[in-house]
DNA sequence: CATGAATGAGGCTTCATTCAT
DNA sequence: GATGAATGAAGCCTCATTCAT
């Protein structure tokens, strides 16, 4: 069940969003967002409490849903850290293609945001990494994944490796996201060498 | 031998892009820029055209090294592709390091050029891409990777897993920027996998 | 019927023009007009895209006025062209009377109007100067006016001494508009020899 | 015999009217005249005071060449004030065709002059009517023109429908400026009517 | 004489936010 | 609850003029 009330912060975000990834955050007037809605600028405030509340959304959405969805698979009982691994980046990939604009505006735009609220993030992204990490972990103790393999740093390869597609994948594509997160996955377990 | 000129064009580039980095491009105002490095405004627009004319600056000269840089690797003469794939890897990750506040805000700011430099940079993004497919490719017609790799989808790979340096690596952290180099180099050859 | 939003507009559009027409346009700040007037600035860009839009809405106001008025006495019927140059006489005398600031800033401030604008007031320029030629020839046709009268010099010599009106004439001074325009009526028809 | 000095001032004067015609004063800047020219900001400076200087002696050139030339047509013996009206309206006419740029900068840019050079120019411009009225009174009390004639009046009108041609006059148009005059005399001396 | 790099005050304009209705 | 007219602080940029060389 979705209020009124929710309907309407859900379209101003997803509007703005689409157009914070298109002109930039600093480029995009209150009024551009709520003509493109319809809605009057006073309805806005009556909605929000000032434009940076949009990007603190914007963020707090994202972000949320990634650390849960990372959470959750690392918890998943009677899986090996492959196919915990495979999970892993699918979601990611997917999670990325899901929400294009918002995942675009939250690389780039976070020096708007208040102190705070970017030191909220980085806990957020922390903590994300901290999965990955201890799924890598996972891995090597289960002796799946070689003894010498610094988890940290492949970690960041792999987040980084997913979160780049937000710059050049396309629906239209070569390659759905589903065949895309397949070919990271292999390429992150075997390796190009034969 | 550098000109007066270019140095103070240099000086420029380098307070603005740690900036721009910092605060964001529109958070920046040219009296912070003039004021750090104690000049004049009219110093400054006696030297460059617009404040956009910084950004564009800083996308052409990153881009441009880095569009050279690939392509010289490519060239080099009697290297397999797998050591072509470890010169590039490291190169990569170092211009990051090297360039980092200008690589950051190549990243996040290019919705602040016109229409036209856009574009531009984007063709040098994809001269960029194309190198390294070739180098791959050359991997897998020399019979040292994989046949039934990707090249592209593995470029977009190397390169997201390589942009990504920028957000996380810091000089004083656990690695080097080579042995970040080094790392990612043997996760892309060989794999997390035993 | 006039509403507050044209009340507003035109109070801008005559202290601007008294402005200009005491200080010239580009000496003329924004500030000194909402100061004048003791309105915000934002409430001026409120009514008002730029400064240049005071200077087309200044120019397009007085010469459609003009235009409209020689149109009409041109089509006047059962008049004489003398009577119809009469009217027009003094009919662009009081015009420019009662429009002394708009008519001086329209006279002297056009280089500061875009190219477009520009081409805009020349035509309008061209009807009004067309109405006032066939007015001398429908005289000439008549056999009112000698056969030999040029109608486009003619025509563009009586303009141009009713122009320069907005260069010396007072109201406090010895003629009124209407004695000005009866003058000038008389030196047009009868000219000064006995 | 003209010094180099007196030369680079005239060109320098020759080449800002033209400008200022164009663009109008406030559009037009130094390094706009400069260029132009082929000099250096410096140069410029080495023989004029200011900008504002360029606009004054525009005046000033102007305004003397036309006094005198009233002054002489007045007093030259033996001549009816109709010879001397032929001959001051053809003068007036010529000197506006002949110094085109300087006159429309004349008529339009004062507003940019200091106090005193304003009042100066109000001077000369007060004993260019005087003369005219002196000639059109010369004429009424030789009992050529007519008795009831209003000197000021006509003469205003004379000058204005003459300096008018600064709007509309073009070296390659149906008349030349001769029969311009011409057409100006006959219509102010025997008037439209047969 | 001649240069041209450097100055810095000040103008036009934008836009997030408010609040009376 | 909803509106939208009004605000006003602040930023980018210009350009006449100077002066060390």
Request: aromatic share 12%; with cysteine; hydrophobic share 40%.
């Amino acid at each position: 069940m979705v209020s009124k009330q929710e309907e309407v912060v859900q379209l101003i975000l997803d509007t703005s969003a689409k157009l914070f990834e298109k002109y930039g955050y600093n480029n995009v007037r209150i009024s551009d967002i709520t003509r493109d809605i319809g809605m009057t600028t006073g309805f806005f405030y009556y909605h929000f409490r000032s434009k940076e509340q949009i990007l603190q959304m914007i963020y707090e959405n994202y972000i949320s849903g990634a650390a849960d969805a990372v959470r959750e698979i690392y918890h998943i009982p009677n899986l090996t850290a492959q196919e915990k691994l495979n999970l892993l980046i699918k979601r990611h990939c997917k999670g990325i293609r899901d929400n294009h604009s918002h995942v675009s505006v939250f690389f780039r735009e976070y020096r708007n945001l208040s102190e705070e609220a970017i030191k909220l993030i980085q806990e957020k992204n922390s903590e994300y990494l901290k999965y990955v990490v201890k799924i890598i972990e996972q891995g090597v103790d289960e002796g799946l994944f070689k003894a010498d393999v610094n988890p940290k740093m492949v970690s960041l390869a792999i987040i980084g490796m997913c979160n780049w597609i937000y710059q050049w994948f396309k629906d239209d594509g070569e390659k759905s996201i589903d065949e895309v997160g397949e070919i990271f996955y292999r390429l992150v377990t075997s390796g190009l060498l034969k």
